[in-house]
């Protein structure tokens, strides 16, 4: 992937919420993988939480972090499956002012390399809301890798190109 050194990197703030009806700090591999992952690229993790599995107690999460100016990216990790207590997408729907259905795409595509159909089982997604990314990866560590590594570290440097979504930030509440 194409990383221009001539650019100066932008660290950027991000808040990383795991949503699990059974997890805690002590015991979220997913979400230390990503934490050591956000750190290790040169950005700053402001915030960490857990959230149970329900849409109401992700939408506070959510709504205070992209309320607040200090956070960029919230990157959620867990709820994206099929089954009834799996909620983090219809969150996401509710605070959303748009979509970024290609995230999701392509998390799939590549997610396919690695477990075959099984992808199809994953409802990964991003958007924007009030000026924040957010973007919803599955609760494997597999999954949190996939996506951090062949999606995100990229697309969150404001050194790649032929663009990046950091570049984009100063713009995302324009009319």
Known sequence: MPIDESRVFTPIQI???????????ADDRSGDTLAERVTAAGHVLKAREISKDSVETILGHLHR???DPQIDV?????GTGVTGRDVTPEALEKVQDKAIP????L???LSFQSIGTSTIQSRACACVARGTYIFALPGSTGAVKDGWDQIL???LDSRFRPCNFVELMPRLLEK
């Open 153 to 155: 570290v990229h697309q």
């Open 107 to 109: 998390f799939r595509w």
């Open 65 to 67: 972090w992209i309320d």
């Open 74 to 78: 919230i990157l959620t990790t867990g």
């Open 15 to 25: 808040a990383l919420l795991t949503i699990s009806d059974t997890r805690t700090l």
């Open 102 to 105: 290609g995230f999701g795409e």
